[in-house]
């Protein structure tokens, strides 16, 4: 973790202990473009691979470019269960699952808080991946709440389109109403905080 581009984290194996064992919460953040999916999907892929029973899901108000998988903007995906609700995943999450992940966990209300330290305490790896600022550059929805009570918080930075700095917040180049903002890089690009502006500009 000693360079902006060291993400490639994976957190230890599960200790031996008394206690049954634990989950845990990993949240991935940062602005549009810092490849918050990518890296979801990258965790995903190898529990995957050490044959670990894996869900996925997405908020279905995400319609960008597929309903049932998660795709980033490379371009990769993979299957995913779109929920409107915190407590749908918690009743779609069968005993036995190992590693459950969330992409765009910013559009879930605070009770995702709740439903991803539920699924922790009985023994759930859960991966979430989101937007930690809007496009005002406030903390978004529940992602600083689930920031908090995560044992592992990746911050990833996408490069600012103005001056090729670290981006870390999403800049909205087009008028649009209220903070539930889907888009892509036609209505949005990353900035730094000296070239970001809380309102929205026009190219
Ligand atoms: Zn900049």
């Known amino acids: 973790m000693n360079s902006p581009d060291s993400h490639?984290?994976?957190?230890p194996g599960r200790p031996s202990g008394s206690h049954?064992?634990?989950?845990?919460?990993?949240?991935?953040?940062?602005?549009?473009?810092?490849?918050k999916t990518e890296e979801l999907l990258r965790r995903i892929k190898r529990a995957r691979l050490a044959r670990q029973p894996v869900l996925l899901?997405?908020?279905?108000?995400?319609n960008r470019y597929d309903a049932v998988k998660v795709v980033s903007h490379e371009g990769v995906n993979a299957d995913a269960l779109p929920v409107s609700t915190a407590a749908e995943i918690l009743e779609r999450v069968p005993p036995g699952t190992a590693v459950v992940?969330?992409?765009?966990?910013?559009?879930?209300?605070?009770?995702?808080?709740g439903a991803a330290e539920s699924l922790a305490t009985r023994g759930v790896r859960?991966?979430?991946?989101g937007l930690d600022q809007d496009w005002k550059g406030q903390p978004f929805g529940p992602v600083p709440a689930l920031m908090a009570v995560a044992e592992y918080v990746t911050k990833l930075h996408a490069v600012c389109a103005q001056c090729g700095a670290p981006g870390t917040r999403s800049q909205r180049l087009?008028?649009?109403?209220?903070q539930l903002f889907v888009g892509g890089s036609?209505?949005?690009?990353?900035?730094?905080r000296a070239c970001f502006v809380p309102e929205q500009v026009l190219p």
């Not at 490639?8 to 957190?11: E, G, I, L, Y």
């Not at 845990?24 to 810092?34: A, D, H, L, N």
């Not at 859960?126 to 991946?129: D, E, L, N, Q, Y």
């Not at 036609?186 to 730094?192: H, L, N, Q, V």
Request: with cysteine; aromatic share 12%; net charge negative.
């Open 8 to 11: 490639r984290f994976d957190p």
């Open 20 to 35: 049954p064992p634990a989950g845990w919460i990993e949240v991935v953040c940062g602005s549009m473009f810092s490849g």
């Open 57 to 62: 899901f997405k908020p279905r108000i995400d």
């Open 101 to 113: 992940g969330i992409d765009e966990v910013q559009f879930f209300d605070d009770a995702i808080v």
């Open 126 to 129: 859960v991966i979430a991946a």
């Open 174 to 178: 087009v008028a649009a109403e209220g």
């Open 186 to 192: 036609a209505e949005y690009e990353s900035r730094c």
